[in-house]
């Protein structure tokens, strides 16, 4: 069975960071690109960033650029989204997404607040 996981959201304050993961089963992440998304309430999902199967590559929306960073580790078959400098607006729901598939993970709540 196809499932992505995600963990490690939370309550953080304005500043904080948070390391998000992803755990893959049922299929090997190394042969996909691999993105987080989020969801604010109220509003649609937005791409935060994607990486490249090897890691070689990473995108990022420019909101998060300089704050957030995606990186992979295929022999654990498991993506991470590192995020400091929370804000705020960063408030949302964090889901991981195989590239081209209609694989969602059940998604992570991220509340930055004082």
């Known amino acids: 069975q196809v499932q992505l996981v995600e963990s490690g959201g939370g309550l953080v304050r304005p500043g904080g960071s948070l390391r998000l993961s992803c755990a893959a089963s049922g299929f090997r992440i190394s042969m996909h690109d691999m993105s987080w998304y989020r969801q604010a309430p109220g509003k649609g999902r937005e791409l935060v960033a994607t990486?490249?199967?090897?890691?070689?590559?990473?995108t990022y929306v420019d909101s998060v650029k300089g704050r957030f960073t995606i990186f992979r580790d295929n022999t654990m078959n498991t993506i991470f989204l590192q995020m400091d400098s929370l804000k705020p607006e960063d408030t949302a729901v964090y889901y991981c997404y195989v590239v081209g598939s209609t694989t969602w993970g059940q998604g992570t709540q991220v509340t930055v607040s004082s």
């Open positions: 990486i490249s199967p090897t890691g070689s590559t990473a």
